[in-house]
């Protein structure tokens, strides 16, 4: 069991049993979505859905409700749906032929199939949460799937370029990452017991999903690829300039530019180099702090102690990844 | 002025004043939409909704209603929104280049941002939609949404296929076209002054949704490139059997198969050979039958006169276009 499970397995702990049925009712809901379009969609969004994952999300979404009704479970099957879908339609720009050590829709069914599949997940997240009939609910997501877009095409758009700054990084990280988390806690607040507190548990799940964001990017440059599940400096790879490159670049002015020509080798050599500059440490104290920010907006809420331990335990636990 | 647009007007006078009003308000309702993503998508998202179009779907929502509130245009909305979201992946996947005799999202801002730039659509129509707080209008445009997936993975399937049957083709024409029209006459029924006849309605809007689809698939045979702003035989080119095709093969077993070493010279001799056999005007019957079949519907409506003539004229201008 690694970091991520123990921490997980400690909220799961503190969540109770509510939580775990909640998860299972879920991911029972996820797999009646995916079958129902006929068997060729079925086969590629089952694969999808089913391939796991954290369930990071969905568990935001029940945490910051404590108690809820059936909406919870279509809010969380939303979330997770609009995930899903923003990385098949990934998979298809990267042309990635593996994602969680797993063959992506792209390399199953190539483009046409892995599009329409993207396109059907996005519909269905929207549709499952609009059996609420709640519409600011749809308004957060909407406002999540946006900023998604506009993440991806930030992200595109600042290719290759070494000087990308921090400021800019972190508004990729907000849009990219953590919109769709901040949603997850908007809207468990929203359906669950708690939407006087919509806002502040937005702040949170905002707070956290930057410092996700952050850790994974170190996560890329230190490995171990046994660890991640995959290469080092995949960034480095693709063109994307992420927080670890811009700090060392800082102190290391001779360290090589992103540039198509890199190979395998030459990605696992600048990580060693950034590595040397210090720069991870500087970043994941980047990310603590946005963990830290997310806890004091915890620590302000007028809330029972158990369920602020739970809040903070998944606080600590998206950069303890691997640690 | 071609057939279409005399149809059209037609059909806006009998709608008088109101028609007019709400189809205005629409556009301001995608003009807004269009904006409010940030800078490149925005100038991607209006491009695409500005781009025209017949604005069919919208106007059936408003033919379908008669008089209703401010739902009725999110529903506009939301169709339009939907349609221009697939036609923006379908460029993506065919790497068009033109539509409507204008440059694609594809074309200007390449792969990424077309795909972002769908998924910001589909995302928009959902959250328009679900505006109106109504959970069966949200899972008659998501049914409609699923359908389209559907269509686009029958239709990769299906090319190059010479035995593509007329009762797969006609299954395709309702995924890919017919779902969303009877989506848009739905719509129209359940905010307006008729939600007991959304089934009726619904079934009137697929048979001349499968007419429009089935003349389209003739047009393209029969051009000329002039009236419908593209070479003939495109569907040839890029593998995608119809119905002209399939009927031209039963008394014409030379006819070349489908061929991906097909050029324009090839597909234009084809078309010539298709026409020969008569295949045309027997695929036109067959829209014709639909166009037939959708007037039924409404004939047997307890409906005044007017707004049937104004649903019959909308039935009658789908297969004469350039005619």
Redesign the interface.
């Known amino acids: 069991m690694n970091t991520t499970q123990a921490q997980l397995g400690a909220v799961l702990a503190a969540g109770g049993p509510e939580l775990t049925r909640l998860l299972e009712s879920t991911e029972s809901r996820l797999a009646e979505v995916a079958e129902?379009?006929?068997a060729?969609?079925a086969g590629h969004a089952t694969d999808t859905l089913l391939a796991g994952g954290k369930r990071l999300r969905p568990m935001l979404v029940f945490l910051c409700a404590n108690h809820g009704d059936d909406r919870l479970v279509s809010a969380a099957a939303a979330v997770e749906l609009l995930h899903m879908?923003?990385l098949v339609?990934d998979d298809?720009?990267d042309c990635a032929a593996l994602r969680r050590g797993r063959p992506t829709v792209f390399a199953r069914g190539g483009?046409?199939?892995a599009?329409?599949?993207?396109?059907?997940l996005?519909?269905?997240a929207?549709?499952e949460?609009?059996?609420?009939?709640?519409?600011d609910a749809?308004?957060a997501?909407?406002q999540a799937?946006?900023a998604?877009?506009?993440g991806?095409?930030m992200q595109?758009?600042d290719a290759w370029r070494a000087d990308v700054t921090p400021e800019r990084y972190l508004e990729r990280c907000r849009l990219k990452t953590a919109s769709l988390f901040e949603a997850s806690c908007r809207l468990g607040a929203l359906f669950g017991e708690r939407p006087a507190l919509a806002g502040a548990l937005g702040r949170f799940g905002e707070q956290i999903g930057l410092a996700f964001q952050m850790l994974d990017d170190v996560l890329d440059v230190s490995g171990p690829a046994e660890r991640t599940g995959k290469p080092r400096g995949t960034d480095l790879l693709d063109g994307t300039v992420t927080l670890p490159l811009i700090l060392a670049l800082r102190t290391d002015p001779g360290l090589a530019r992103p540039d198509r020509s890199l190979g395998p080798d030459g990605a696992s050599e600048i990580c060693d180099r950034i590595i040397a500059t210090g720069a991870l440490a500087q970043a994941r104290g980047e990310a603590l702090g946005h963990v830290a920010e997310a806890k004091a907006e915890v620590e302000a809420l007028e809330l029972p102690a158990e369920p602020k331990r739970a809040l903070e335990l998944v606080a600590d636990g998206v950069v303890e990844r691997y640690a």
Chains 1, 2 share one sequence.
């Open positions: 129902a379009h006929g060729e969609l879908a923003s339609h298809v720009l483009r046409v199939a599009t329409a599949t993207g396109d059907l996005f519909s269905r929207f549709a949460l609009a059996s609420t009939g709640d519409p749809v308004r997501l909407s799937s946006s998604l877009a506009r991806e095409l595109r758009a």
